[in-house]
């Protein structure tokens, strides 16, 4: 068992202080068995029988209390090989311990084969050695016993992960020489199949694919286990082609479902050279099964590459550098403006302020992969923190020099809306800015209001009473019901560049994107569309009623300076009367 | 009987004594039960009639018995007997047989 002193099983105390043992003596001749029940009796309660078939009976009798049989082999009436044979068959008493009294030595081999686990010679041995090693054995038997009970998965048989990775560093241990690959096999959406058919049918799949998964192990000479929920380990000499993998667990899957609908993915770290450890070769197997689309049905082997190496390291090191990036300013933030296109022309009225991150090494590294990462990791909080900060200092510079108000629209993320610091981080930000709430727009994305929907309109409403004003972000990404929008807390609606990707007059899309705006007037709101691109995306949003636009139609992302250009433009336009006049119009509605 | 007469008689006391945990009043006893076993006038039948097999069967459970006795000499003879069975030796065994129950006698007289 452990090799700590601390971790080992302190069967000695038990033995000596909790409860005494019983052991069984077979013997046919009473002088043996009263010599070997004399010296074993101080210590044990002690059993006996004569014949095979009595010993079997009390065996049977006993069998949750006898810690040890010792057997003779030649009796009448059922001899010892009976008795052993008798035990293995039995799974109930197969846990069992027999040591084999003995004077034959060539019965030794023949015994422990049929599940013997020593002997004891006769004649008898020093009474010392004969304590020493029943207890021996004793003690072997529990760490044992106890080793089957938690190593094996309850549900499927398989091992558990713990004695998985036991198993696994011995064979390293003694088998260097071999090249094994670490396979990492889930079963794509199981939570949809206990949700839809209930936990019995997830668990009858989970069996099926562990059947499946110990064939094909077996027939490479691997070993797998139960990781966790639907995540199977498996760890195999090396092999070209999983198909076969696949092929045997489908097969399972298919005599259980009675359908392809349900699918494994499969992901492979081949470490020929033992470069890593166990642990780390089997976290990229599962990069890689994590790395195949949960949709995708086209291929459902994935190797663990260079690529996605080079990913992991990339992402480590981004990781790292992070409190680096926010102490030597590497952020910084731009800012994508939004027109209003309510009025004749298109009126500059706000800005979503977007973030950059220059890495002294990388370059400019894309939001859309930082920004996951820090989600994943925690750290986007700090950095939403910084950009709230940016935006409102360049909100308040604006002010001062163009004695405007151009509200911009910050991101505020999952992790921040549990945060129940964060109302009162907004209104510092504001107050050291000395900017009131409606110069800061809040963007929540769609999903996040879908993933918890009861806490979420809690935030919002605390948010709005203290005058933010808050849109829903990627609208049309989640699964909003209609039902769930009518009572969402929300401002404005911002339309997932999805949709107006592919509008044009009178196609499906543009139908959509008109059906949104109906429900959006409903809802009396307004919508924000964003990825504007061209001039006919934007005469479409235009004629359908969309109120705000932002895209390269008419601006890219742009620096604080380059913004502050536009609102010099914006205000020389506004300074022609007709222009004043719409400015003024909208600012009463 | 007596430990010394047994130490005379040429047993092996001390182991005998060790596997009865020092026990004299056991020790004894087991003998005296281990000598009076009837499979010694068992084995004379069988041997005379020339049944071989059945012959080492007997031996071959009194060896087990009175191995544990540390009765040596006795012992050592059974050892012989047996061994010479096992082979399916066709040697005189009476002279082995009469050694045997001599000394088994020596033992009962003591």
Not at chain 1, 186 to 212: C, M, P, W
Not at chain 1, 327 to 341: L, T
Not at chain 1, 536 to 563: M, N, R, T, W
Not at chain 2, 21 to 33: A, Q, S, V
Request: glycine share 6%.
């Amino acid at each position: 068992m452990a090799l700590n002193v601390l971790r080992t099983l302190d069967i000695e105390a038990k033995h000596e202080k909790d409860f005494r043992r019983t052991i069984l003596i077979v013997d046919d001749e009473p002088i043996n068995l009263r010599i070997l029940g004399n010296i074993l009796v101080a210590e044990y309660d002690i059993a006996y029988a004569q014949t095979g078939e009595e010993a079997m009976e009390e065996i049977r009798n006993q069998k949750g209390f006898l810690s040890l049989v010792l057997l003779d082999l030649y009796m009448p009436k059922g001899n010892g090989f009976m008795v052993l044979d008798s035990i293995r068959q039995d799974e109930s008493l197969s846990k069992i311990p027999i040591i084999v009294l003995t004077s034959d030595k060539s019965a030794e081999v023949d015994c422990l084969r049929r599940g013997a686990v020593d002997f004891l010679s006769k004649p008898y041995d020093n009474p010392e050695v004969i304590r020493a090693r029943i207890a021996r054995a004793i003690e072997l038997s529990i760490d044992r016993n106890i080793i089957v009970e938690t190593g094996v998965d309850v549900l499927t048989g398989l091992m558990t992960k713990e004695y998985f990775f036991q198993y696994c560093r011995e064979y390293d241990k003694f088998h260097p020489e071999k090249e094994m690959d670490a396979i990492v096999l889930n079963v794509s959406k199981f939570h949809l199949i206990n949700e839809l058919y209930g936990r019995v049918f997830g668990d009858r799949i989970l069996q099926g694919v562990a059947d499946g998964v110990r064939s094909a192990s077996r027939s490479c000479g691997g070993v797998a286990c139960r990781y966790s929920g639907d995540c199977f380990y498996i760890y195999i000499e090396h092999q070209i082609n999983y198909d076969f993998l696949t092929r045997m667990v489908q097969e399972k899957l298919f005599e259980i479902s009675e359908t392809n609908d349900i699918r494994v993915r499969v992901g492979v770290y081949s470490d020929i050279y033992r470069s890593s450890n166990l642990e780390q070769r089997f976290d990229r197997a599962m990069t890689a099964c994590n790395s195949i689309g949960r949709s995708n049905a086209a291929d459902m082997v994935a190797l663990y590459d260079n690529h996605m190496h080079e990913k992991e390291i990339y992402e480590a090191k981004l990781l790292v550098d992070i409190d680096r990036a926010v102490s030597e300013s590497q952020f910084n933030v731009v800012f994508q403006p939004k027109y209003d296109i309510r009025g004749d022309e298109p009126r500059l009225c706000s800005a979503e302020v977007l973030v950059r991150w220059k890495h002294p090494e990388y370059g400019f590294v894309r939001p859309d992969f930082f920004i996951p990462l820090f989600e994943e990791n925690g750290r986007i909080k700090d950095l939403d923190r910084y950009v709230w900060h940016e935006a409102a200092k360049q909100v308040r510079r604006w002010k001062d020099m163009y004695g405007v108000s151009i509200p911009v629209s910050v991101n505020v993320s999952r992790v921040d809306i549990f945060d129940p610091d964060l109302l009162d981080y907004l209104k510092k930000t504001l107050d050291d800015n000395a900017l009131a709430p409606d110069d800061l727009c809040l963007e929540i994305t769609e999903t996040a209001y879908t993933d918890s929907v009861t806490q979420i309109i809690e935030v919002v409403n605390n948010l709005r009473n203290a005058g933010f004003k808050v849109e829903m972000d990627d609208f049309g990404k989640g699964y909003s019901s209609l039902n769930m929008l009518t009572s969402l807390p929300i401002d404005a609606l911002k339309l997932d560049m999805a949709f107006i990707k592919d509008i044009a007059e009178n196609n499906k899309e543009m139908s959509m994107v008109e059906f949104i705006l109906q429900i959006a007037r409903f809802l009396g709101v307004p919508v924000i569309a964003e990825g504007v691109e061209s001039s006919e995306q934007y005469l479409l949003l235009k004629k359908a009623g969309c109120d705000i636009i932002q895209g390269y139609y008419f601006s890219k992302p742009v620096s604080s300076s380059e913004f502050g250009r536009l609102i010099e433009r914006n205000l020389l336009d506004e300074k022609e009367p007709e222009a004043l006049e719409q400015v003024e119009a909208s600012e009463q509605e | 009987m007596t430990i010394d007469s047994l130490k005379e008689f040429g047993a092996n006391v001390d182991e005998g004594l060790e596997r009865c945990m020092g026990m004299e009043d056991f020790y004894l006893e087991m003998i005296e039960l281990g000598i009076s076993d009837e499979r010694f006038e068992m084995l004379g039948t069988a041997l005379e009639s020339g049944n071989m097999e059945e012959s080492f069967e007997i031996v071959h459970a009194l060896k087990g018995v009175i191995g544990n006795l540390a009765l040596s000499p006795l012992y050592n003879t059974i050892c012989e007997i047996t061994e010479h069975l096992r082979a399916k030796e066709q040697i005189d065994y009476k002279v082995l047989y009469d050694r045997l129950m001599s000394q088994r006698k020596q033992i009962m007289e003591m």
